[in-house]
């Protein structure tokens, strides 16, 4: 079994809508990340989580550490949004090393 | 701009050249990492520095060699590569080994072997 699971693996919205994309993880952990690749392929971090909801702009993360799953929310998608967006963990309470989701492709489209 | 900053953005090199990639940083941070991921498959974690030592190599093949100098430089020693190691290779710092906080991407090195 995987560590990580990430759904959808594609997604195409129409802009405007609003965006769900999920993470599941079968370990223990003290953080997740949220974080977004743009076809340059460059990684922003765009949320850590340790518990309870982050926003920042038209993005939510929420996180429940107990069901072992995280959410990231996009409001009023816009074409710009366009991008992987991936969840990345370190396993454990100690510890460096990422563990990551194999990647939402979202497309936009006006 | 992140704080991490990887160069060259885009090497094609033949399988018997010798390159290397470059990362920097300037966040004070003591760990830095090199990631690679190739088409279609997650990233994959290849090495770990803390304090310029060298502590995890995730059984990666010794045509891949990496060197820190410093805690602020990490370079990737590439020789006689193949055609499946083509792929997007990405350097990353953080502070300290605990739990991921603080964790910085680079933009990554597109390498194409021919």
């Known amino acids: 079994k995987n560590e990580v699971e990430q759904s959808p693996q594609n997604l195409t919205a129409q802009e405007g809508e609003f965006i769900t994309i999920n993470c599941s993880y079968s370990v223990g952990i003290s953080a997740l990340h949220w974080l977004q690749q743009h076809p340059g392929g460059g990684i922003v971090s765009l949320f850590m989580l340790s518990s309870g909801k982050k926003k920042h702009g038209r993005l939510i993360a929420t996180i429940n550490i107990q069901e072992k799953h995280s959410s990231l929310h996009i409001t009023a998608s816009h074409p710009r949004d366009s991008a992987v967006y991936i969840c990345?963990?370190?396993?454990?309470?100690?510890?460096?090393?990422?563990?990551f989701g194999a990647g939402t492709i979202l497309r936009v489209k006006s | 701009e992140t704080g991490v900053t990887q160069t060259p953005r885009h090497l094609v090199m033949g399988m018997t050249n010798k390159k290397s990639l470059k990362c920097e940083q300037h966040l004070g941070h003591n760990a830095m990492y090199w990631y690679k991921q190739s088409a279609k498959k997650p990233l994959e974690l290849m090495f770990v520095y803390s304090l310029e030592e060298r502590v995890e190599n995730n059984s990666v093949p010794s045509r891949f060699s990496p060197e820190c100098p410093n805690s602020s430089h990490l370079f990737l020693h590439l020789h006689t590569l193949q055609p499946e190691d083509s792929a997007l290779y990405l350097c990353?710092?953080?502070?300290?080994?605990?739990?991921?906080?603080?964790?910085?991407f680079g933009s990554g090195t597109r390498l194409t072997v021919v």
């Open positions: 990345a963990f370190v396993p454990g309470e100690y510890g460096n090393k990422l563990v």
């Open positions: 990353a710092s953080s502070p300290n080994g605990r739990g991921g906080y603080g964790y910085t």
